[in-house]
């Protein structure tokens, strides 16, 4: 594939479609939103409209650090808090469906069909890559961001044209046109990070306090496993409680599973082979949390697992 043909097709493509119109465009940080973002950018200058979505569902820290990531690039990004709309939607739900549904419906219903109508877009971009749409018209795991591929109209549906302009690219190829569009590492070699966000790794419901132990955990892990180069490392919440001790009384407490996986492309996964102390030293540090007594490591490659649980 020429990368350079291609980032020019699609920038020339991008002014074609949108004309005198605007776009509007969510950015989460991860690599395909972004390098749709600075593609964008470059088509279509002010007439782009960028936002980061702070769903409730993020990282510790990510909704500033993406921000300011593309301030320095001289794309400006609102950030739009719709905290409380997403903890709403998801309050009682506990089917890994329902809530990757809820999520979808806060998304495109709620939150991008408001910004499509105060800023007067008629088109969302959108940063779907070829393995997503495989893998939802296959019936793996439905995407949070399929729409056209599975039957739902967003025109009818929302009232905007989504635009796709990496549909025919895999996670490798949408890297290496990230790193020449002149995005920092940090993003165009970002280890995967699911559209649901911590949402897919909270096992049951989702509520406030349980992204606060979720988010913790991750932290930890994020920061313990940085040199390990594995493909993709993570914290998970269980649905359910263990017995422990603490402080010299009976707790019954949360359990947090540990997942690290190598992997090429997330269709299959291996295990990673973390070092003891490591291991080790992150459960000390997971059971420091508040109400967590338990710390697992998961064993199980891809298949029979998926990578997240939810
Ligand atoms: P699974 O759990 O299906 O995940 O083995 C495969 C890879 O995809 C990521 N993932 C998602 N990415 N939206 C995304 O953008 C999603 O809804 C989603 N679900 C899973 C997951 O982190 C892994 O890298």
């Known amino acids: 594939m020429n990368y350079d043909e291609f980032i020019q097709e699609q920038i020339e493509e ?54 300011a990531t593309f301030e320095r690039m001289g794309i400006p990004v609102h950030r739009v808090d719709a905290r409380r709309e997403f903890l709403e939607v998801l309050r009682g739900l506990t089917d890994p469906e329902e809530k ?12 991008f069909r408001r910004l499509v109508q105060e800023t007067g877009a008629t088109f969302l971009l959108h940063g779907t890559i070829l393995t997503d749409i495989e893998e939802t018209v296959a019936g793996i ?3 949070h961001n399929i729409l056209e591929q599975i039957g739902i109209d967003p025109k009818k549906a929302y009232g905007y044209r ?10 490798n190829e949408v890297r290496e046109v990230a790193r020449r569009l002149g995005l920092p590492d940090a993003i165009a070699f ?19 306090e349980r992204l606060a132990t979720v988010r913790a955990a991750t932290a930890i892990v994020e920061e313990e496993l940085a040199d390990s180069g594995a493909f993709q490392y993570m914290a998970v919440l269980l649905n359910d409680r263990a ?5 010299g009384k ?24 973390l070092a003891w102390e490591r291991l080790e030293r992150i459960t000390a540090r997971i059971t420091a949390l508040p109400n967590v007594n338990r710390c697992l490591y998961d064993l199980t490659p891809k298949p029979p697992a998926t990578i997240e649980y939810v």
Do not use: W
């Open 14 to 67: 991008l002014k074609r479609t949108v004309g005198d119109g605007i776009a509007i465009n969510a950015l989460s940080g991860g690599v395909d939103s972004s390098v749709v973002t600075v593609l964008a950018h470059r088509a279509l200058g002010k007439n782009l409209c960028s936002f980061f979505v702070d769903n409730a569902l993020m990282r510790e820290g990510e909704p500033e650090r993406v921000v």
């Open 100 to 111: 990757r549904n809820a999520i979808t419906a806060a998304f495109y219903r709620n939150v």
């Open 141 to 143: 795991k439905r995407q």
């Open 162 to 171: 989504v635009l796709e302009p990496l549909k025919t690219l895999r996670k």
């Open 190 to 208: 970002r280890m995967p990070f699911p559209g649901p966000a911590l949402a897919a790794r909270i096992v049951g419901e989702v509520t406030e």
């Open 243 to 247: 017995t422990g001790i603490r402080q």
């Open 250 to 273: 009976r707790e019954f407490g949360q359990i947090v599973v540990v997942r690290c996986v190598e992997s090429t492309d997330a269709r299959t996964a291996t295990v990673s082979r």
